[in-house]
């Protein structure tokens, strides 16, 4: 394989097979906000999110959108996306110093309904010597997005929101799951 048109095709193939094989399909947008509460609620619970019940409540929101689609938003996601990182804009913390927001979209127009997009965005705390924070999102953007037609639906930003590498293929509750249980950060970077 050779050439741009080569790697052209070899996105379209990861593309497919990844949305092939995420389980995208879900009962309702409803149902999928009340597991989202349990995982989060049983993370309180186990002392793993330092987010109280409370908090978990007003953080955690569904909304109907247009007709038939709905918005399950973790944090601050409803009322703008948090790319300077702004710790002031509502979020999920973990009692390891990270914290993080979601925004999914499901569509209901469709039996069974199913994801058609979401963004989840962890950041870590500055460590020393640290300019910014690191953050780590994953995407699976809405169909028709201008990532859609490079093949890149389905990606993540790894500490940079202009570097975008195919995701492997994960459900919101699995990211989710993901980030809480994890993602264990060494406390003192490499070395090398």
């Known amino acids: 394989m050779k050439g741009k048109n080569s790697w052209e095709k070899i996105c379209k193939e990861i593309q497919e097979r990844s949305l092939n094989q995420t389980l995208l399909e879900i009962e309702s947008a409803e149902k999928l906000r009340k597991q989202i509460f349990k995982c989060l609620n049983d993370a309180s619970n186990e002392k793993i999110l ?7 409540h007003q953080l955690l929101k569904i909304s109907n959108g247009k007709q ?7 944090g601050g996601k409803d009322s703008k996306r948090n790319f300077k990182r702004n710790p002031d804009i509502p979020h999920f913390k ?18 069974p309904a199913q994801i058609i997009g979401f963004d989840f965005e962890i950041r870590f705390p500055k460590r020393e010597g640290e300019i910014v924070a690191s953050f780590l999102r994953i995407d699976l953007n809405l169909p028709d997005h ?47």
């Open 50 to 56: 330092s987010t109280n019940l409370s908090e978990l």
């Open 68 to 74: 038939g689609y709905y918005e399950i938003t973790g």
């Open 94 to 111: 973990l009692n390891n110093g990270r914290w993080f927001d979601f925004a999914i979209t499901i569509d209901e127009t469709i039996r």
């Open 146 to 192: 201008r990532n859609d037609e490079r093949d890149l639906r389905f990606h993540l930003h790894p500490n940079n929101g202009d570097i975008m590498i195919h995701s492997p293929p994960m459900s919101p509750l699995e990211i989710l799951h993901m980030f809480l249980y994890g993602m264990n950060i060494r406390e003192k970077p490499r070395t090398y």
